[in-house]
């Protein structure tokens, strides 16, 4: 069981590690002019702690534990849906205009 | 119908999901390189989201579903508002405000994790390890994303606010990082009651009030880039606690990009981190350099010199600032910038990677108004061509183009990279009154017998020459 424990956090400190390696990468090339629709974006995405909460709802028991998960998932929930389409709204703006040498 | 629903269940089957939509962050977020391909990458990485979150709702230990409605019913009720009617000026705020619920989410989940298993009795040290450190940064985000937050939309002051000296508060933070680390590692070696949490819950969000009070409205594009930062990694340490490796990768993504940001801009000032985190910018140095003031006399314009002075020129090259944000200036001077261009006036926007309250801020304010991407210019680009300009128009900026960043090495803010307007022919400055900008450092810009001040709400200064320009 310990065995099984430790390989799972190997595995999982890989994907980390890995992860971080390519987020900077992809990041790097994110222009000036984008930085604050990346990082509503972005925002949007650590949003994802939802699922943390969806996750362990599930075997909640006695009503703190329960609310204070209802607001974790209500949290996550603005944190997800607000940050996407604010994003939106943003980059339709950048959309709408003639962006000739936009993609620099 | 039983085959098919096991199926679903299946934990590879979901675990497959999850790399389908991690996937889906990766891409989308490299949609974001180009203007063309941002939308269209926000979206997917959107969809990726919602892969995500049904995927887990597949899991069979998901239990509990009227509160799930209740809690995602709550979320989309406060959060799609707010992201629909927020106006662009205040995004700062908004991005603070979504950043600190997502850091909120994380040490709520923590905190139950704790209480679920009666102190993390019987839990792997690593999990419990990831989950205190969840904790502490998740607290840390949220309470510090709040007091931004309060201090972008004005509830707050946004002059630094000092507890005592910037020695007393670094011990005091200190203090506050020791005892929510102890309460971690008391934790972690075994101690299973509840208070050890919340002393451990309550000191990091002490410490994340006391991290963000006293930093300066300018300092704040840094600190929303690392509130960002800290609540990615917070996440990607819960998706270890919980072995997700959706959550692993979306928080390392956000980390990343946080660190980046976080970088960029305390470079663009010239600062280190760690200086604009023990906080209180400039205090006695800005006092100091109010002492020897000899300036000469500060030279008051009417919106009609302004209008004749720009109609004439060849180049004119906008400067824009908070105080264009604040007034809500953008699509008045966009305006202004499109009656110049009628007459043959060529225009350009310089923009300091710095200016406003958060990363690209002004470029967003200018999206909005419409400006062609083509005249957006970064100051390394922007810089030698202020040479040949005839008017240099500052709309709301002041540190950033303060000289003394480059000739007065006891300046406060010496070293910091800054827009060349005095290099001009001429200089007009938009600004509501003459009290000096954040921290009060004085900006000898105002006095050099180039520069013409223009008083007055910048909003209505702009339509002003726009007005006195038509009728030319």
Known sequence: MIVFAAS????????????????????????????????????????????????????AAGVLNKTLLVIAIAFGTINVIGGFLVTDRMLEMFKGRRAKDGDE | MIVASSVLQDHDF???????????????????????????????????????VTATLLKPEIGNWPLIILGVAIGTAIGVPAARQVKMTAMPQMVALFNGVGGGAVALIAWVEFRETDGFAGVATYVVIFSVFAAIVGSISFWGSNIAFAKLQALLPGKPIAIGSVRIQAVINCGLLLIAVGCGVAITAGETDGIWMIALLVSAA???????????????????????????????????????????????????????????????????????????????????????????????????????QMAYARLVVIVPGYGMAVAQAQHAVRELAKSLESRGVEVRYAIHPVAGRM??????????????????????????????????????????????????????????????????????????????????????????????????????????????????
């Open chain 2, 206 to 308: 002490l410490l994340g009030t006391f991290v963000v009070l006293p930093i300066g409205g300018a300092d704040m594009p840094v600190v929303i880039s690392l509130l960002n930062a800290l609540t990615g990694l917070s996440a990607a340490a819960t998706g270890i606690a919980l072995d997700n490796t959706a959550l692993i990768v979306a928080g390392m993504l956000v980390g990343a990009s946080g660190t980046i940001l976080t970088r960029l801009m305390a470079q663009a000032m010239n600062r280190s981190i760690p200086s604009i985190v023990a906080g209180g910018f400039g205090g006695e140095v800005a006092v100091a350099s109010g002492a020897d003031t000899d300036r000469g006399p500060v030279r008051a314009t009417s919106a009609a010199d302004a209008a004749i």
């Open chain 1, 8 to 59: 799972t956090l190997v595995t999982n400190l890989a994907i980390l590690v890995l992860a971080g390696f390519v987020g900077y990468a992809v990041i790097s090339k994110v222009p000036n002019t984008l930085h604050t629709p990346l990082m509503s974006g972005t925002n949007a995405i650590h949003g994802i702690v939802l699922l943390g909460g969806l996750l362990v709802i599930g075997e």
């Open chain 2, 359 to 472: 990363p690209g801020h002004m470029n967003v304010l200018l999206a909005e108004a419409d400006v062609p991407y083509e005249q957006l210019k970064e100051m390394d680009d922007i810089n030698p061509e202020f040479a040949r300009t005839d008017v240099a128009l500052v709309i709301g900026a002041n540190d950033v183009t303060n000289p003394d960043a480059r000739t007065k090495p006891d300046s406060p803010i010496y070293g910091m990279p800054v827009l060349d307007v005095e290099q001009a022919a001429s200089v007009i400055v938009l600004k509501r009154s003459m009290s000096s900008g954040f921290a009060g450092i004085d900006n000898p810009l105002f006095y050099n017998p180039k520069t013409s001040m223009l008083f007055g709400d910048a909003k209505q200064s702009v339509s002003d020459v726009s007005e006195e320009l038509k009728s030319l």
């Open chain 2, 14 to 52: 979901i675990s497959v999901l999850y790399i389908v939509s991690f996937a889906m962050f990766i891409y989308g977020l490299s949609g974001l390189t180009g203007p063309r391909t941002a939308v269209r990458g926000n979206r997917i990485a959107a969809a990726g989201m919602a892969l995500a």
